[in-house]
T-cell receptor
Framework: ETGVTQSPTHLIKTRGQQVTLRCSSQ?????VSWYQQALGQGPQFIFQ???????GRGNFPPRFSGLQFPNYSSELNVNAFELDDSALYLC?????????????FGPGTRLLVL | DQQVKQNSPSLSVQEGRISILNCDYT??????FLWYKKYPAEGPTFLIS?????DKNEDGRFTVFLNKSAKHLSLHIVPSQPGDSAVYFC??????????????FGQGTILTVHP
């Protein structure tokens, strides 16, 4: 098993810009979830993808969008950055939608919006 | 609306003693609870879980207790070790429609275990 990897590790953007964050799922995992963790807070669910389809979404605006590819890797796209978007973005992959214990998190991408 | 709360931002414990981390929730639909540990520059890692049909689950030094009537769960670590020093998150989920697989996290508690 190779583990969950994310790129880039750090990113600095200005307000109004757009960014794509990437996540490589653990081998054999078909589900990926994205979370936003603001400083001093717990991770907050953005959305989940299962077999390339969105399978649930948290309370985030449409400018947060995602994709899951046939190899089950995933992207998180954020448009029109706002200062409040500064956070650690975590992705987590799991063997299936319902197997919470097998949800492995990547190290995250730390995004700073100036 | 903070549905899962960890009211203690930090906890300091002596090595060998018990660490007790607490978590409260407000959503009665939650039926599955998990604890995660997070080291700096790493993602959270799963520690232990409990279903709402149980009131206790044990795994080695880690025990989770669930009090459904009080909507409260706690994680006990006995004995505590310096390597347990990390941020601990409790998380909750429920099997409702597309909600299953969505985790709602608390704010986290920083545990420091002193040698």
């Amino acid at each position: 098993e190779t583990g969950v990897t994310q790129s880039p590790t750090h990113l600095i953007k200005t307000r109004g810009q757009q960014v794509t964050l990437r996540c490589s799922s653990q081998s054999g995992h078909n589900t990926v979830s994205w979370y936003q963790q603001a400083l001093g807070q717990g991770p907050q669910f953005i959305f989940q993808y299962y077999r390339e389809e969105e399978n649930g979404r948290g309370n985030f605006p449409p400018r947060f969008s995602g994709l899951q590819f046939p190899n089950y890797s995933s992207e998180l796209n954020v448009n029109a950055f706002e200062l409040d978007d500064s956070a650690l973005y975590l992705c987590a992959s799991s063997r299936d939608r319902v197997e919470l214990e097998t949800q492995y998190f990547g190290p995250g991408t730390r995004l700073l919006v100036l | 609306d903070q549905q899962v709360k960890q009211n203690s931002p930090s906890l300091s414990v002596q090595e060998g003693r018990i660490s007790i981390l607490n978590c409260d929730y407000t959503n009665s639909m939650f039926d599955y609870f998990l604890w995660y540990k997070k080291y700096p520059a790493e993602g959270p890692t799963f520690l232990i879980s409990i279903s709402s049909i149980k009131d206790k689950n044990e795994d080695g030094r880690f025990t989770v207790f669930l009090n459904k009537s009080a909507k409260h769960l706690s994680l006990h670590i006995v004995p505590s070790q310096p390597g347990d020093s990390a941020v601990y998150f409790c998380a909750a989920s429920y099997a409702g429609g597309t909600s299953y697989g969505k985790l709602t996290f608390g704010q986290g508690t920083i545990l420091t275990v002193h040698p």
